[in-house]
């Protein structure tokens, strides 16, 4: 009616119910809440159910926090005290607000993203809610203005809901595809996490207030420190960091907050024992508003120790380079390199000298032959084109003499050089010149001085062994002057044996067992005569050495028979031995002679009065020792084995241990001039180890001396050193034998034609050598050489050597009264084998064994050859 107005009201209510349960289709991350407040911030629906109240206000800190439409709120604890991480977004058409909240333990890295996702994506289901309700909203507000339009009361506006259903079509279909998004997201977020969790690069996320709350495996190997020490907070950014790096951190923090990220840079992070770890570090900014960020760091520590030896391999080098460069300076050390690809040559300054190069004269292969001496030149060649060769292992050594280019002096070069190959090609020499002028003139002046000083070495050598020769042959012929009283005694009663039974053989013809026994006691005087010629000879050193099995017991007493008739009748000798003792290895006569010289130096220490004791015992030494001359004198050493001790001991003046630590010295003597030589004690120590043993010396002065020498016992326990009975073997063995006997002695020819013939062989007797050769060249067929060795006109090496041109291969036996050892080693080289030496006199069996010996060789030979 005129004058009246009509109000019409529109309303649209939206079930809680419906938005609650639009929150709950939200795949939202485990243990997050999502919560829907209106414009006047009041709370309208919750995925909790009616936590918080619904209807209650949010937070006025939160609300406060509120910055544009989406965004995230700094870290903040509910009302339990529970450490949450929050994100929102509010609909620009109604003004709603979604927040959506994390716990802080389910929140890491990739769910910071995640949460941001869902804001921004996931929440428009509710803001698509919301528009609807604003589209019909405006629709009706449109019915409403064409109602008011009208002063006529206007019917019910009547409208179809199909685009409300439309809608929810499309919202459904867009739903799907958000879910379909969040699978995607979520499959990368978990490729992420694996690529997060194996990267060898350390990553870790921290908060603004520098506590590390996420890192992987590779950053907590890095700092030292385990995932407890995560999960507890334990972990800081700032304890990490040595002080002399918080700077170096500050700045790369503040360049990220100004770039969004630093320029990777290097530091060092500070174990929790102590070490240090070199790292390159790379810093991003997360969240501008909570300062929180992530750093990526990659250990350093194998590239800085790389880097570390580099760089001493680096200075070695130039150390290195510096020493051979002093080197090769200090010792005038020229170096050449030859590329033999490009037959580029490379001299230093030295090697230019040397070649006396002009100074701008080219360095090439031709000056280097250019230089070279003539005579020089094709042995150099030879040598370098050996050294180019792979086969001889590509080194160079060579002495040559250069002409100097320029002041055309000779000069002695040594060089030596290296050849590297490839591909079986030499391709460089690299090498060293040294002049050695100075050298070489110097080994010519030393040469001729040498020569002169060996050939006046050589005069006084063999003047001094001239006088030791002599003089140790007036010691023998000294110390057989001592014994001559006793060697005649000895002598005239194998003479008086010799006659006397001579005699009785004459008279007693007739009776052949008087006669037999007769003839032992010639055969027995004729041994001791031969024993007394050998000790002589030995004595005077005309006799050769000869190392035999002996009786140490039977020894010592022949010893004592010599001594009783030359020491005198003031001096007791004693002989003590043990029963019983092993046989010995060493020369019968040097033995008499050491221990002939101990006894009758013994005899002077006592002045001709007192008691002599020679003794011999068997000792066993298990273990090498060294016998002493005096308590502080090493003497000499005593291998283990078994030994025959010798000792001779007096009551005389005994010696001072001065006295006593030079007694072995060549020439010393205590003795007044003309009364000895001071070479007795030297050749009984001499003796002793060329036998083998060791000597002893002990004294004391007023109470006497002991010497003691160890000779080895012989190996062969079997030998005896008495002889059996003799007697020529049987004569069939020698029946038949043709041996042609060469004797410039009569009666010797007649009684050795005598022994011969009586074992079977048949003798044909030549009175000299030259009678001899007649005999064979006339055809004489003979199987054996029997001659003596000295004989007038031709001896009998000679001889022998004749025999052997005209008949090789036949076996002699060279016989002789007196030899020494140059004479048997002439004999040896002159003859070259084939013979046996026999010393005078040799008895039947002797002659007769070793004949059988010779021929039975001399056969087997012969059977050989055909």
Do not use: C
């Amino acid at each position: 009616a005129a004058g009246t107005s009509r109000i019409q009201a529109l309303g649209l209510i939206l079930p809680r119910e419906r938005l609650a349960a639009t929150l709950a289709e939200t795949r939202l991350p485990r243990g997050a809440v999502a919560i829907l407040a209106d414009r006047q911030n009041a709370i309208v629906a919750s995925t909790q159910g009616d936590r918080p109240a619904i209807g209650s206000t949010l937070d006025p800190a939160l609300v406060g926090a509120i910055s544009g439409d989406v965004g995230m709120f700094k870290p903040f604890n509910d009302e339990i005290g529970k450490l949450l991480i929050a994100a929102y977004a509010r609909a620009p058409a109604t003004g709603y607000l979604v927040v959506v909240s994390v716990p802080e333990a389910v929140f890491a890295a990739p769910f910071a993203a995640s949460l941001r996702w869902l804001a921004a994506i996931g929440l428009p289901l509710l803001l698509l809610s919301l528009t609807l309700a604003a589209i019909l909203s405006r629709r009706l507000a449109g019915a409403l203005q064409r109602l008011g339009s009208d002063d006529e009361w206007s019917p019910r506006p009547s409208f179809s809901l199909r685009e409300v259903r439309d809608l929810s079509e499309r919202l459904k279909r867009t739903a799907l595809r958000q879910r379909q998004a969040v699978a995607v997201r979520e499959r990368a977020i978990a490729d992420l996490r694996v690529l997060f969790d194996t990267s060898p690069v350390g990553v870790m996320r921290a908060d603004a207030g520098g506590r590390v709350y996420s890192a992987n495996d590779a950053y907590l190997r890095i700092v030292g420190m385990s995932r407890d020490d995560l999960n507890q907070g334990r972990i800081r950014w700032d304890d990490l960091t040595p002080p002399e790096w918080i700077a170096r951190d500050e700045a790369a923090i503040a360049e990220a907050f100004r770039q969004g990220g630093s320029t990777p840079y290097q530091k060092e992070y500070l174990r929790p024992d102590g070490t240090r770890v070199p790292v390159l570090v790379f810093i991003t900014l997360d969240d501008k508003a909570a300062g929180t960020g992530t750093a990526f760091a990659v250990d350093l520590s194998d590239w800085k120790a790389t880097d570390i030896a580099l760089a001493r391999a680096h200075e070695q080098v130039r150390e290195s380079e510096a020493r051979l460069r002093l080197a090769t300076e200090a010792g005038q050390v020229g170096v050449f390199d030859w590329n033999l690809r490009t037959s580029e040559l490379q001299w230093d300054e030295r090697v230019r000298t040397i070649w006396a190069l002009p100074p701008d004269a080219p360095v090439t292969i031709e000056a280097f032959y250019a230089g070279l001496h003539p005579d020089d030149i094709t042995r150099v060649e030879t040598i370098i084109a050996a050294s180019l060769d792979p086969a001889t292992g590509g080194h160079y050594e060579a002495e040559f003499r250069v002409i100097g280019m320029i002041d055309r002096v000779e000069r002695h070069i040594t060089a030596r050089a290296r050849v590297w190959f490839a591909n079986q090609q030499a391709i460089r020499m690299l090498g060293t010149a040294v002049e050695v002028t100075v050298q070489r003139q110097a080994e010519a002046v030393l040469a001729r001085d040498k020569a002169a000083l060996e050939q006046l070495v050589r005069e006084r050598t063999d003047d001094l062994q001239a006088t030791q020769a002599e003089l140790a042959h007036l010691q023998r012929i000294e110390t057989l002057g001592q014994l001559a009283s006793g060697i005649a005694h000895d002598f005239n009663n194998v003479l008086q044996a010799v006659q006397g039974a001579a005699s009785l053989i004459e008279r007693r013809l007739d009776d052949p067992e008087r006669v037999q026994r007769l003839a032992q006691v010639l055969s027995e005087a004729a041994t001791r005569g031969s024993a007394i010629t050998r000790r002589v000879l030995a004595f005077s050193r005309h006799s050769e050495l000869q190392t035999e099995v002996l009786d140490p017991t039977a020894l010592l007493a022949s010893v004592g028979e010599i001594l009783r008739h030359t020491l005198g009748a003031g001096i007791d000798l004693r002989i003590e031995t043990d029963e019983d003792l092993p046989l010995l290895l060493a020369d019968r006569g040097q033995l008499e002679m050491v221990l002939i010289n101990l006894a009758t130096n013994a005899r002077d220490a006592m002045s001709g009065a007192g008691k002599l004791t020679l003794a011999a015992r068997a000792e066993l030494v298990e273990r090498e020792i060294r016998v002493a001359f005096a308590g502080h004198h090493q003497g000499d050493t005593l291998a283990p084995g078994r030994y025959i001790r010798f000792s001779v001991a007096d009551t005389g003046i005994g010696m001072t241990e001065d006295v006593l630590a030079r007694v072995t010295e060549p020439f010393f003597t205590t003795k007044p001039v003309g009364k000895g030589t001071g070479l007795g004690l030297a050749m009984v120590r001499r003796f002793a180890e060329r036998s083998g043993g060791a000597l002893m010396i002990q004294s004391v002065p007023a109470v006497g001396t002991l010497v003691t020498v160890w000779l080895p016992v012989s190996d062969d326990a079997a030998v005896v050193t008495t002889r059996p009975s003799e007697g020529p073997r049987s004569a069939v063995a020698g029946r038949g034998k043709r041996i042609l006997l060469v004797e410039d002695e009569a009666i010797l020819r007649g009684l050795v034609s005598a022994q011969l013939e009586s074992a079977g062989y048949v003798v044909i007797p030549a009175e000299s050598g030259a009678a001899a050769l007649l005999r064979l060249d006339a055809g004489e067929q003979v199987e054996l050489v029997i001659s003596d060795l000295s004989m007038p006109g031709m001896d009998g090496i000679a001889l022998m050597q004749e025999v052997q041109r005209r008949r090789p291969g036949l076996p002699a036996i060279l016989l002789t009264g007196f030899v020494n050892e140059d004479t048997a080693l002439t004999a040896e080289k002159a003859l070259g084998g084939g013979f046996f030496l026999l010393r005078k006199p040799v008895t039947q069996l002797q002659l007769l064994e070793r004949v059988a010996v010779l021929l039975e060789g001399a056969a087997a030979w012969r059977a050989n050859l055909g």
